[in-house]
């Protein structure tokens, strides 16, 4: 009985987070990009707030760190998406067999813009899958509860917010990626506009 009960809750949360995939996605396709005042502190909070009831997520060692200097301006419901998925990944493809299983989260920012580095110890991605983990519906493991879109969205929400990503992982010891975001400050705006033109 505790068994089918541990296979319901499993289920609806891989459909919880199927929709919460979905829902992200239509947002951040359609609604305007909205500039805002970010505190990185607060939405990485807020971030691991969400993902506390993740499997695995309160075994693994979170280490955090936020330099903010000076007023940050992007389009904070982007932003969380890009968290919220990166996170996820790194507490879902952790590796609970290493001793001392880790994600570390560090964010520098400044007038110009901010780098957001999340990187873990878990089972990292496979050379020949590399390539392709961006791309819609794609699954690198079998160990995969998902649906393959976290980073086909986290990609078009960069986009988005002009800026850019890149990973470096080694299969069976961990991954890192390095999100860089621009600073818009208010006079900006303009700039984010006509660049979203060039996006569609
Ligand atoms: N931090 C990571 N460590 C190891 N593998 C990763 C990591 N992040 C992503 N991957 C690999 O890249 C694949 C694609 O990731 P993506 O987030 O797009 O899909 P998913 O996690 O399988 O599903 P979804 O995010 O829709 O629930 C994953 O299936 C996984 O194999
Ligand atoms: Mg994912």
């Known amino acids: 009985m505790a068994h089918l009960l541990d296979m319901q809750k ?32 607060k939405l ?30 992007t389009a904070s419901s982007r932003l969380e998406i890009i968290l ?3 996170i996820s990944n790194s507490l879902k493809y952790s590796d609970l067999r290493k001793e001392d299983p880790f994600i570390e989260v560090q964010i520098k ?11 873990d110890n878990g089972e990292g991605i496979p050379a020949d899958a590399k ?15 998902g649906s393959g879109l976290g980073l086909y969205i986290v990609k078009q ?3 988005k917010i002009n800026g850019t990503i ?14 860089v975001i621009p600073n818009f400050l208010a006079n900006d705006k303009k700039k984010l506009l006509t660049a979203q033109e060039i996006v569609h």
Do not use: W
């Open 10 to 41: 499993k289920s609806l949360l891989r459909l919880d987070h199927f929709i919460k995939d979905i829902v992200d996605h239509s947002r951040n396709t359609r609604l305007p990009v909205d500039i805002e005042s970010v505190d990185f502190e």
């Open 131 to 145: 390539p392709r983990i961006f791309d819609m519906f794609y699954r690198a493991t079998a160990n995969s509860s």
């Open 109 to 119: 920012c400044n007038s110009t813009s901010a780098e957001i580095r999340v990187s």
């Open 157 to 159: 929400a960069i986009q």
């Open 44 to 73: 990485l909070q807020a971030t691991f707030e969400q993902l506390q009831f993740l499997e695995n997520g309160s075994r693994i060692r979170k280490n955090i760190s936020v330099k903010q200097k000076g007023e940050f301006h």
């Open 166 to 179: 890149s990973v470096h992982s080694e299969y069976g010891k961990g991954t890192e990626f390095i999100v």
């Open 84 to 86: 919220n998925n990166l």
